[in-house]
């Protein structure tokens, strides 16, 4: 079965630290789709990357960094220089496909990350 | 573009009620999700729409339905409500649904029941 795992419940900062958010998948198929959501107070889940099975290239967005292991089914993301704007809970996802085709995402519990100024 | 639009924001209801929650998608995207959100369970899928049909369910009873319009907007149910349905309902909409489409939600309908 699908399960999505993030260990660090909850991760606390200073201002400018660099911070690794964990995460660890169970899948058994071969073909399917890794995500990272941010959701700040206000509710609202926000797409930050997609990743499928097959692209194991690491990926870099201005502060934001994934890193896609399959060896150890992990998708870590790192935030550099961490800002207090970051502070949010971060979400990893898994969709695979089933017999329906469509894109049921499987979430992890979720790490709350607390930047301090 | 418009994101994801989900009323009411709150509710408050009492058990044995029912309630309605609408969810307009982005324009354009065919595929509605609804996702339920709590402190114990987390997030978890309910139920997905494309083209007014429900394409894939959750684990959830029953009293949990939903369906599609036309115009793709989308509204759940909750019948008979129970303490235990106290969530933040989350919308999510994609072009057509498929694994590799990236969901966008709304802010959610954050329903309390007393």
């Known amino acids: 079965a699908q399960k999505v795992t993030q260990a660090q419940t909850e991760i606390s900062v200073v201002e400018k630290e660099d911070v690794t958010l964990d995460c660890v998948y169970e899948t058994r198929d071969t073909t399917y789709y890794l995500f990272w959501y941010k959701q700040p107070p206000s509710g609202e889940l926000v797409f930050l990357i997609r990743r499928n099975s097959f692209d194991e290239q690491n990926e870099i967005s201005g502060r934001y960094s994934w890193n896609f292991q399959k060896s150890t089914s992990s998708f870590n993301f790192t935030i550099t220089a961490s800002q207090v704007v970051d502070s949010a809970v971060y979400f990893c996802?898994?969709?695979?496909?089933?017999?329906?085709?469509?894109?049921?995402?499987?979430f992890g519990q979720g790490t709350t990350l607390q930047v301090k100024p | 573009k418009a994101g994801v639009t989900q009323t009411p924001r709150y509710l408050i209801k009492t058990r044995g009620q029912q309630v309605t929650l609408s969810c307009s998608p982005i324009s354009g995207h065919r595929s509605v999700s609804w996702y339920q959100q709590t402190p114990g369970q987390g997030l978890q899928f309910l139920f997905e729409?494309?083209?007014?049909?429900?394409?894939n369910k959750g684990n959830f009873p029953g009293r949990f339905s939903g369906r599609q319009f036309s115009n793709s907007r989308s509204e759940m149910n909750v019948s008979t409500l129970e303490l235990g349905d106290s969530a933040l309902y989350l919308c999510?909409?994609?072009?057509?649904?498929?694994?590799?489409?990236?969901?966008?939600f709304g802010d959610g309908t954050r329903l309390s029941i007393l």
């Open positions: 999510a909409s994609s072009v057509r649904g498929g694994i590799d489409q990236p969901q966008h």
């Open positions: 729409y494309f083209s007014e049909t429900q394409r």
């Open positions: 996802a898994l969709s695979e496909l089933d017999s329906s085709n469509t894109g049921k995402l499987i």
